[in-house]
């Protein structure tokens, strides 16, 4: 089985006057990479992949692996046409990465028969791991406990994203030995990494990232009162990272470090003045 540990940061997608705005995209990659996070993750959730169409997503995913290694990419691919998730699942894979980031597919609210059917034939076809992402919220879709671990026993399901928010099932997928765990609500990151998490996919990991990592290993190193220390510390700016529609505050904190414009593709919009200024007062604090 892969090993995806650390912490990994689902990079945003930055633009300048509505279009990719590459410069910007490798001046953020290069940094985050240099604070030693365990990879990036492109066209997730946080990269507004909904809003760039899949030759935009390529492009993007092609300039990150200009300044990263295969190991240390993942890339999300989303959607509910099969045929068509397929299709575009063989053109990623052109491509050196380390994983697939797959949530349900969402909107039409398959049966759980169909739902095991779904990530068998995606991972099936893969050269590479699957990341199964659990998001209720955003997809409409429930994954029961039972579906889920009967998906993980997948020789090519390596890990979950997990943000179901049922600690029952993260408990089971834990006891199962099948996956690794990867936190997706960063403000469970601390207990999700005590119970056994190997690490986390966390938007609010774009700022002050050498601290997630340091919280991550002071938990591995079982330093865990250290860890409980740097958490508190994160948490306010956790919580205030997610006042607003991600990634909007997290854009908005990215630009104030002169890292990339604010902006965001409609419909989604920028964070507001009010949010950013205390945002400021958050990362000034840390």
């Known amino acids: 089985m892969s090993s995806f540990q650390g912490i990994w940061v689902p990079i945003v997608t930055p633009f300048h006057n509505g279009a990719i705005d590459f410069v ?10 240099e604070s030693a996070v365990a990879g990036l993750v492109v066209c997730g959730t946080t990269g507004e992949a909904a809003a760039l169409d899949k030759d935009e997503q390529l492009a993007v995913l092609d300039e990150v692996l200009q300044l990263a290694p295969a190991t240390r990419v993942i890339m999300g691919l989303a959607g509910n046409n099969l045929q068509e998730l397929l299709a575009m699942q063989q053109r990623v894979l052109e491509r050196p990465i380390a994983a697939l980031l797959v949530p349900a597919p969402y909107y039409i609210r398959p049966s759980q028969a169909a739902l095991e059917q779904f990530f068998q034939r995606l991972a099936d076809a ?12 955003r997809t409409g879709v429930t994954l029961n406990q039972d ?7 997948h020789p090519r399901i390596a890990a ?3 943000c179901a928010g049922n600690l029952e099932k993260t408990l089971a997928l834990l006891a199962s030995g099948e996956v690794q765990v990867l936190c997706g609500e960063d403000l469970q990151l601390f207990s999700a990494l005590c119970l056994g998490a190997s690490g986390a996919i966390a938007a609010s990991a774009h700022i002050r990232p050498e601290l997630f990592v340091q919280l991550h290993r002071q938990v591995m190193d079982q330093r865990l009162e250290a860890a409980r220390t740097t958490f508190m510390q994160l948490a306010p ?3 205030g990272l997610f006042s ?3 990634p909007a505050p997290v854009k908005a904190l990215l630009a104030r470090q002169g890292l990339i414009e604010p902006h965001l593709r409609a419909p989604m919009e920028d964070c507001s003045a009010p949010t950013v200024e205390r945002l400021g007062h958050l990362l000034a604090a840390l």
């Open 24 to 33: 910007a995209l490798r001046r953020l990659a290069s940094h985050l990479l």
């Open 126 to 137: 893969s050269r590479v791991p699957l990341i199964v992402y659990d998001i209720p919220y």
């Open 147 to 153: 579906t889920l671990l009967n998906i993980v026993r």
């Open 160 to 162: 979950v994203k997990d």
């Open 237 to 239: 700016l956790i919580q």
């Open 244 to 246: 607003e529609p991600n």
